[in-house]
């Protein structure tokens, strides 16, 4: 998946890659939920890292995360005071508990259904109780794939992915969706880290 954005990594930057394509809708949930958070953020899948330069301009310990290399190098251009690295959504590198949040907007939709129980594991084990998430992804009534511009992704109900967020350890605090005519339907999941366990 790195190396298949990586060769068009320029286009998708062009098209997606700042804060002007940002629906108003989603900047004000992120907003939101990054207002209760304390401690370092990652922006896990930071692309050419927009968000992670939004997160820090509200005054967050923020960090762009990515695997495709054309992406870092542009986020590093584009935002210099904003530290970016290789890390993958299934191993962010970081200690226990060492995040304040996690924000994967658009980040898991190329993850196979079998592996993102593995990888929000990850985010929970790297986000302290009390700790948030923030998932962005797109929107359908069951989970499956589709054709993507880069490579394959999947669609997922609300529902379901909230009940695999909670099963990982999470608790969900609200849900978003949206039709806009064009393109996907979006869904969105905002969620603490449970003190406890998993369910």
Sequence with gaps: MSAAYAV???EYADLFGSMDAVHDDDRALVERWAAGLTGRVVDAGCGPGHWTDFLARRGLDAEGVDLAEPFLARARAEYPGVPFRSAALADLGVPDGGLGGVLAWYSLIHSPPAEVDAVLAELARAVVPGGGLLLGF????????FDHAVTTA???PVDELAARVERAGFDVAE???RTDPGVRPHGAISARRRAAGPA
């Design 8 to 10: 068009r990594a320029q």
């Design 138 to 145: 797109c929107r359908g009534p069951r989970v499956e794939p």
């Design 154 to 156: 999947w669609f997922w």
């Design 175 to 177: 849900t978003a969706e």
